[in-house]
């Protein structure tokens, strides 16, 4: 569903898209009156990124004051969940509960083996429990405990929490307790980090909804601040708009609300680039797209159909850490330009998922590496140029690296360098092939029928080979792989989803009550929509209800071509989703409806992506554009010709053998395989033919 919007901002010309990675803060900036666009990259400030914020803008010379709108894709929560540098948070809950959040599903973490740890996002001396109790359906068995409340929030105001959850049993049902308890909250808590489980997530499974909450509540002092901290800096630059940041859905929300539903944030980076993938595609006539970001620490891969993300809203971000929060589905292998290959115990060739990460480095960079990885074998086989690589330092030198090949992995194996070089690139390229998998084949999707979107500092270099072994027709190279990131967070709508559980058999579901949870969604969402000071050009809403078979554990995703569905159509819908998953049909186990699903999206205007390559600087021919040749591996060594891509005339073709190179990155094109631009400068690879 789609319709115009008319009471919107006007049109804003001056966009900024900054991302800030782990190792660089990208930015892109769009003039839209000047037909413009300005690209940095600058080192991330990783004790402030506020700081490397301002340091890409002053790279860009952006006028801050003159910016109409910033828009950020930030790592703050990511990092602080992923290593455990999370706030003191509290937790009231439900009496008898209070070690769900440890319990959890009976999963380990390690498949094999007696050991494995795990430790809870809220120590156990910070999990209070009072008497409260409703039931599945709603109804209060135990009147909640008001002076208990209080006395477990002095005592955890006391232990200098800095952050509070609560989080009753079953308040997806029926929140009135959690509502008061909030209340009561306000008047003692020393701030506002207060998170009510329900007010996040409304669907059932305490442990989930706990976990979800526990995590919102244990970052969100630190996404505060940073945002507050990031807002002031660039007000006293003169800037005079909303920030707006990234949230995990591939959507955006204004930084002064942000901080409000900090878990929605923890996917921020990945998922903007992958709404650059869609956006791409869209425009490129090519809608149904695999995305491949290969780093230089471990790549994510996700599906994109019909230019939609694949949202998901059960990610689990490491074990017993799940965030049911809407998300895109994003999978990661360790494979990236520093991960190490070494020789096992067992004597095979292992590359992964250690990294050497920036510092020092793969021994290429010449800033003290040591081990050999995936950078250093794509140097070894020609596919990089060792000068742009600043690979001979102090005396550093590619026979050097070479030596290292043929005495860690070349002699254990006994093969020479380049045999040792083209083995890691294989066995690197068979683990990213599995995670393409994981995203297409494990779901009941064909890769053969996707082309493949290749981004990221290594993406476009090993892109065409993983499409080749999965049988892949295409791969696109868009205009600037190295910041699509950065692009993702200007060309980004507004988005808001709503999830609420009926859990109910579907003989016996109300179907009025399904149809005023969707009016309600719908008319929430609008209303955040409309709060924001973006320009729009439409909204439209994606409906879809969560199912299962009576007695199952998994959910399966069910789309909706509207919010008014009757039974009958939710029962057909499911069985047809449930067939094209797993091929069975259970025609005798009945249906239950668990949850259902609203998507509010606010379009905003087209960005003209031709404008991120210079028009000015393509030559008029592809020998113009040649900068030389190389000698390169593939199945053999192949002179191969060397192209800038900025200078790529608009209708070329090459013929692989080929590289092209540019800022931000290297793509490679294999013998058999062809290469052409579309209007955009995105480079289209057709695998195995002539174009």
């Known amino acids: 569903m789609s319709e115009q919007n008319e009471n919107t901002p006007g049109i804003q010309s001056q966009v900024a898209g900054i991302d800030v990675g782990g190792t660089f803060t990208d930015l892109v900036l769009f003039d839209a009156e000047n037909g413009t666009v300005r690209l940095a990259k600058v080192p991330t400030t990783l004790d402030n990124q506020a700081t490397g914020v301002l340091n890409a803008l002053d790279a860009a010379q952006a006028d801050i004051a003159a910016l109409d709108l910033i828009v950020h894709g930030t790592t703050t929560t990511t990092n602080a969940v992923l290593e455990r540098h999370l706030c003191k948070t509290g937790l009231i809950t439900t009496m008898g509960f209070r070690d769900?959040?440890?319990?959890?599903?009976?999963?380990?973490?390690?498949?094999?083996?007696?050991?494995?740890?795990?430790?809870?996002?809220?120590?156990?001396?910070?999990?209070?429990?009072?008497?409260?109790?409703?039931?599945?359906?709603?109804?209060?068995?135990?009147?909640?405990?008001?002076?208990?409340?209080?006395?477990?929030?002095?005592?955890?105001?006391?232990?200098?929490?800095?952050?509070?959850?609560?989080?009753?049993?079953?308040?997806?049902?029926?929140?009135?307790?959690?509502?008061?308890?909030?209340?009561?909250?306000?008047?003692?808590?020393?701030?506002?980090?207060?998170?009510?489980?329900?007010?996040?997530?409304?669907?059932?499974?305490?442990?989930?909804?706990?976990?979800?909450?526990?995590?919102?509540?244990?970052?969100?002092?630190?996404?505060?601040?940073?945002?507050?901290?990031?807002?002031?800096?660039?007000?006293?630059?003169?800037y005079r708009h909303d920030v707006l940041v990234m949230n995990g859905n591939g959507g955006m929300v204004s930084a002064r609300h942000v901080a409000n539903e900090a878990a929605k944030t923890v996917m921020s980076g990945p998922a903007s680039g992958v709404m650059a993938a869609a956006y791409t595609g869209r425009r490129a006539?090519?809608?149904?797209?695999?995305?491949?970001?290969?780093?230089?620490?471990?790549?994510?891969?996700?599906?994109?159909?019909?230019?939609?993300?694949?949202?998901?809203?059960?990610?689990?971000?490491?074990?017993?850490?799940?965030?049911?929060?809407?998300?895109?589905?994003?999978?990661?292998?360790?494979?990236?330009?520093?991960?190490?290959?070494?020789?096992?115990?067992?004597?095979?060739?292992?590359?992964?998922?250690?990294?050497?990460?920036?510092?020092?480095?793969?021994?290429?960079?010449?800033?003290?590496?040591?081990?050999?990885?995936?950078?250093?074998?794509?140097?070894?086989?020609?596919?990089?140029?060792?000068?742009?690589?600043?690979?001979?330092?102090?005396?550093?030198?590619?026979?050097?690296?070479?030596?290292?090949?043929?005495?860690?992995?070349?002699?254990?194996?006994?093969?020479?360098?380049?045999?040792?070089?083209?083995?890691?690139?294989?066995?690197?390229?068979?683990?990213?092939?599995?995670?393409?998998?994981?995203?297409?084949?494990?779901?009941?999707?064909?890769?053969?029928?996707?082309?493949?979107?290749?981004?990221?500092?290594?993406?476009?270099?090993?892109?065409?080979?993983?499409?080749?072994?999965?049988?892949?027709?295409?791969?696109?190279?868009?205009?600037r792989p190295g910041i699509t990131n950065a692009l993702g967070c200007v060309v980004a709508d507004l988005r808001h989803d709503f999830v609420n559980t009926v859990n109910r058999p579907l003989s016996v579901v109300d179907i009025d009550a399904v149809h005023a949870l969707f009016a309600r969604q719908s008319e929430e969402g609008r209303r955040l929509i409309d709060k924001e000071a973006v320009a729009i050009r439409e909204i439209r809403e994606i409906c879809s209800v969560d199912m299962q078979f009576i007695g199952q554990t998994h959910l399966l995703r069910v789309p909706l071509p509207g919010p008014v569905p009757t039974l009958n159509e939710l029962q057909t819908r499911f069985e047809e989703a449930y067939f094209q998953r797993f091929h069975v049909e259970l025609p005798e186990i009945r249906a239950s409806l668990v949850n259902v699903n609203t998507s509010v999206i606010g379009r905003r205007a087209e960005i003209d992506l031709s404008l991120l390559i210079d028009p000015t600087g393509r030559k008029q021919t592809l020998t113009e554009a040649q900068t030389g040749t190389r000698s390169v591996w593939f199945d053999a060594w192949h002179q191969t010709p060397i192209y800038w891509r900025d200078f790529l005339p608009l209708d070329a073709v090459i013929e692989g053998p080929a590289i092209v190179e540019q800022m931000d990155t290297t793509i490679l094109i294999e013998p058999g395989d062809s290469a052409a631009q579309d209007r955009d400068g995105n480079i289209i690879i057709t695998i195995g033919g002539r174009l």
Request: charged share 20%; net charge negative.
């Open 285 to 479: 006539g090519m809608p149904d797209l695999i995305t491949y970001d290969m780093g230089g620490t471990s790549t994510d891969v996700a599906l994109i159909r019909n230019a939609e993300p694949a949202v998901s809203n059960e990610i689990e971000v490491e074990y017993a850490m799940p965030i049911h929060v809407p998300m895109v589905d994003v999978r990661t292998v360790g494979a990236g330009g520093g991960s190490i290959a070494r020789i096992t115990a067992a004597g095979l060739l292992q590359v992964g998922p250690d990294s050497a990460g920036a510092s020092p480095g793969p021994i290429c960079y010449g800033r003290g590496g040591t081990r050999p990885t995936i950078s250093d074998a794509n140097l070894l086989l020609g596919r990089l140029d060792p000068g742009r690589l600043n690979s001979v330092p102090g005396g550093m030198s590619l026979d050097h690296v070479k030596g290292i090949f043929e005495r860690d992995l070349g002699a254990p194996l006994g093969l020479d360098a380049t045999a040792a070089a083209a083995a890691v690139i294989r066995v690197a390229n068979a683990r990213m092939a599995d995670a393409v998998r994981m995203v297409s084949v494990s779901l009941g999707e064909d890769p053969r029928d996707f082309a493949l979107f290749a981004f990221g500092g290594a993406g476009p270099l090993h892109a065409t080979a993983i499409a080749r072994e999965l049988g892949i027709p295409k791969v696109l190279a868009p205009s």
């Open 100 to 238: 769900v959040l440890e319990l959890g599903r009976r999963t380990r973490p390690q498949p094999y083996g007696m050991k494995g740890e795990f430790k809870p996002i809220i120590t156990r001396d910070l999990r209070l429990e009072i008497p409260e109790r409703m039931d599945a359906s709603g109804k209060v068995l135990v009147t909640l405990d008001e002076d208990a409340l209080r006395g477990a929030l002095q005592v955890l105001i006391d232990k200098d929490c800095e952050s509070l959850v609560i989080h009753f049993l079953h308040a997806y049902a029926n929140p009135a307790h959690e509502l008061r308890a909030g209340e009561i909250a306000k008047e003692m808590w020393p701030n506002g980090n207060i998170t009510l489980g329900h007010a996040l997530l409304s669907e059932s499974r305490e442990f989930e909804r706990g976990v979800t909450a526990a995590v919102n509540a244990s970052v969100q002092p630190l996404l505060r601040r940073y945002v507050e901290r990031l807002a002031d800096q660039l007000a006293s630059r003169g």
